[in-house]
């Protein structure tokens, strides 16, 4: 069973260089501590960008190329900033995403999932597979913070990537991941089973949907 974002071609960056460029990279900020700690404001970046593009908020910023797409990241930044230990809680990403959205004056709002490093109080597999798929299903990138890469080596440990599919389910369920302009693939039960310190994921929804 796959679940994908509808228009993830919206975070391909063909048009930004003379490659595809899956994501923003952190790299392309200009501070040294920005490019050693964006990771989260970019994820953010991602989240508002795809929505604008979708027609869904109107951003701060015309964002139109490269450059354009810098000014999104210094905007993010401003609401989530990363401390001496980086942004390392999803509560800090819902914080400032929701703080962001309320101020561009949308009804949409963040919702978390927590993975504890302690394991025995983890959610199993399928509750966090079941997550992530709504959150795509809502047609919302969904934040992924690991704080410990479980011994996957293309997944770098305490970083902020971008899920905009999973394909598979049990066992099988495998992410679709957006990471510094890289397309990667990770086994989510895997990574649950052995990460050392857990981390979590965020998306977000209209709150007004629903409402009578």
Avoid at 42 to 62: K, N, Q, V
Avoid at 152 to 173: C, F, N
Wanted: a negative charge.
């Amino acid at each position: 069973m796959t679940h994908a974002l509808r228009t993830p071609e919206y975070l391909q960056f063909s048009d930004f260089g003379h490659q595809v460029h899956f994501g923003c990279d952190q790299d392309w900020y200009p501070g040294f501590w920005q490019r050693k700690a964006g990771c989260g404001p970019c994820t953010g970046s991602h989240i508002l960008y795809y929505l604008a593009r979708g027609g869904r908020l109107s951003l701060p910023m015309e964002v139109r190329d490269r450059d354009s797409f810098i000014h999104l990241m210094e905007h993010s930044w401003n609401y989530l900033t990363p401390g001496v230990m980086g942004l390392n809680s999803p509560w800090m990403m819902q914080a400032g995403l929701d703080r962001m959205l309320s101020q561009l004056g949308t009804g949409y709002q963040s919702r978390v999932l927590e993975i504890p490093g302690d394991e025995r109080h983890r959610p199993d597999s399928l509750t966090v597979e079941a997550f992530i798929r709504e959150g795509l299903a809502a047609d919302s990138p969904v934040a992924f913070l690991n704080l410990h890469n479980g011994g996957i080596p293309q997944l770098e440990t305490w970083h902020w990537v971008t899920v905009v599919g999973i394909s598979g389910s049990g066992e099988t369920a495998a992410l679709d991941i957006y990471d510094n302009g890289h397309r990667l693939a990770v086994n989510l039960p895997r990574w649950l089973r052995d990460t050392r310190r857990g981390g979590g994921f965020v998306y977000v929804v209209d709150s007004r949907e629903g409402a009578a």
